[in-house]
């Protein structure tokens, strides 16, 4: 078979990194790599990985960037996030990820070279499955590599972040916090849980025009799973019924519902892409819209502890205002 000069230059790369993983097993120097000293081994969804039992040099690929920085993580390097992520983080947060030297705009445009580079000594990546499978080895070549599949649970994704790279004492406290909100909202509005049917609305920029969604993933699925709120959602094994684009002449329908939510921006304006829907006079006409039962709320994202507070926070300032069923 012949090599084209990128793929020997990966092999030379390859067999490199090989030896050096080799010679580190037998004692490493302080500019070492993979240095030897305690170990543990983690589960991962790739299996059980041993990695160092206090790694300094993490790199995060695809979508452990921003959790594992949530938790109080610093990486030497990181795969890119889209800007409109980086700005519902925290200033602190920020500044860690520009901090981290850039190893590939996604986990399947990773510059090889560049990340063995930093001498990690554990690698955490979250990506599609075949996109993992055509890095896995080169991964595997450079530090412990942990990978877990885009269907993974966020809270165990971030329970395994945390137990790889050694920050579980900030996993600890968000959720100690995320209990506490989460005890609180049970009890302050047991009555309007138990009584209330919920319907979350919502429209992305990837919506066909003049569409919108009854959305049952994201933050919503923290009102429905963790706190029992009443929302419509998929039948097991049916496809989420966000996937669907209703017409907007079906807003209508949405007056059986005795609650709407749907997405707002930090300073709790609809969201740009939601925008559209609210502007309708259907929209505008709708009972739960008329009597102040219409609740806007704000989610940084669902898939660390982090944004997922700030979505209770918004969803008990929302519950605080709504008016009394008649």
Do not use: H
């Not at 200033?91 to 986990?107: C, I, L, R």
């Not at 600890?172 to 509005?189: L, P, R």
């Not at 025009?209 to 097991?236: H, L, W």
């Amino acid at each position: 078979m012949t090599m084209t000069p990128l793929r020997r230059r990966g092999a030379a790369l390859a067999a490199l990194l090989s030896a050096a993983l080799v010679l580190s097993a037998c004692g490493g120097s302080g500019d070492d790599p993979n240095p030897a000293g305690p170990m543990r081994t983690v589960k991962a969804g790739n299996g059980s990985v041993d990695v160092p039992a206090d790694p300094q040099r993490v790199v995060t690929i695809g979508n452990t960037t921003l959790p594992f920085i949530d938790m109080g993580g610093a990486p030497v390097g990181v795969t890119e996030v889209t800007a409109s992520e980086l700005a519902l983080i925290p200033e602190k947060q920020k500044a860690t990820f520009k901090a981290a030297t850039n190893v590939g705009s996604s986990g399947d445009q990773v510059d090889m070279e560049k990340l063995a580079g930093l001498k990690p000594d554990v690698i955490l990546a979250q990506l599609p499955d075949s996109e993992f499978a055509q890095i896995e080895k080169q991964l595997k070549s450079i530090a412990p590599t942990l990978f877990w599949g885009l269907d993974t649970e966020w809270k165990t994704l971030a329970g395994g972040l945390a137990e790889a790279a050694n920050v579980t004492a900030g996993l600890s406290a968000q959720k100690a916090e995320f209990d506490k909100k989460i005890t609180k909202i049970k009890e302050t509005y047991r009555k309007v849980i138990d009584e209330t049917s919920f319907v979350n609305v919502d429209r992305w920029e990837s919506s066909d025009p003049g569409t919108f969604s009854i959305a049952d993933f994201g933050c919503v699925e923290i009102a429905q799973d963790d706190i029992g709120m009443n929302f419509p959602k998929a039948a097991d094994g049916q496809d989420p019924l966000g996937w669907k684009f209703l017409p907007f002449e079906q807003i209508a329908g949405l007056s059986k519902y005795d609650v709407i939510t749907y997405p707002v921006d930090a300073e709790g304006k609809p969201k740009q892409a939601f925008a559209p829907v609210v502007e309708t006079n259907t929209w505008k006409a709708l009972p739960a819209v008329n009597s102040g039962r219409a609740l806007g709320l704000f989610c940084a994202g669902n898939n660390s502890y982090g944004p997922v507070l700030q979505y209770l926070d918004s969803l008990d300032r929302a519950l605080a205002t709504l008016p009394a069923k008649k």
